[in-house]
């Protein structure tokens, strides 16, 4: 069967608008946090990083009682920005939405193994995803300046996350996730999770899965700090 020359345009515009609104999420994501991230351990990369009050650590799974590579990694790096002076607090912001898993509670223990002092590290319980995490940050924990810690394939949409949620943020990305997970797998999973950011963010403006009430435990910890 013939297909006329009015059918292949119509077809071939559509497959263009759909190229270009599948990419635009991504787009969105990189051209929104340029400027506002580093990459942990390159040349110089402590110096790049502005002093904020708070580091905001992203939960990313944990076994038993022990972080995964991926997330021991993050708690690495903010226990650093603490160190540095970076940062007076950690927010520690993972799921314990089920019994007998508790990501911020490993992340404390993890961190306060480490000499990391009890009293700089707050727990966000409800941090199911980046989007809840960021809105909490703010409207639950009272943030409005922080660094976000995560891996270098997800920094993008962290900071941009955060910042169309209210808080002025700078990210510290790791990047040797590599070594544990494929670069196209995290490719493919950041390709329909900024989409699902942009219309949690963007279009619906949705509220967390727990949206408050507000907690002083950052102030306390910023104040003992």
């Excluded at 292949?8 to 608008?17: M, N, T, W």
Aim: net charge neutral.
């Amino acid at each position: 069967m013939r297909v006329s020359r009015r059918t292949f345009r119509l077809s071939y515009q559509g497959a263009v608008l759909l190229s270009v609104l599948m990419i635009a999420p991504l787009t969105w994501v990189w051209l929104a946090s340029s400027g506002h991230r580093v990459v942990a351990d390159s040349p110089g990369w402590m110096a790049e990083v502005p002093e904020a009050p708070v580091a905001l650590v992203l939960g990313a799974g944990i076994t038993g009682e022990n972080p995964t590579p991926m997330l021991a990694r993050r708690l690495d790096i903010s226990a650093e920005l603490y160190r540095a002076g970076k940062v007076r607090a950690i927010l520690l912001s993972g799921d314990n939405g089920r019994v007998g898993y508790d990501e911020p509670t490993v992340m404390h223990d993890y961190l306060l193994a480490r000499g990391v002092p009890g009293r700089a590290l707050v727990l966000d319980y409800a941090g199911f995803d980046t989007w809840d995490s960021c809105v909490r940050a703010r409207t639950v924990f009272g943030a409005h300046r922080l660094t976000v810690v995560t891996q270098v394939f997800h920094l993008p949409r962290a900071v941009t996350l955060c910042r169309t949620a209210g808080v002025e943020t700078f990210g510290v990305g790791d990047d040797s996730s590599k070594q544990w997970v494929s670069t196209y797998a995290l490719a493919a999973r950041e390709f329909f999770a900024s989409a699902k950011g942009l219309l949690d963010s963007v279009v619906l403006d949705s509220d967390p899965v727990f949206p408050g009430p507000r907690e002083t435990s950052l102030d306390a910890a910023l104040q003992s700090g």
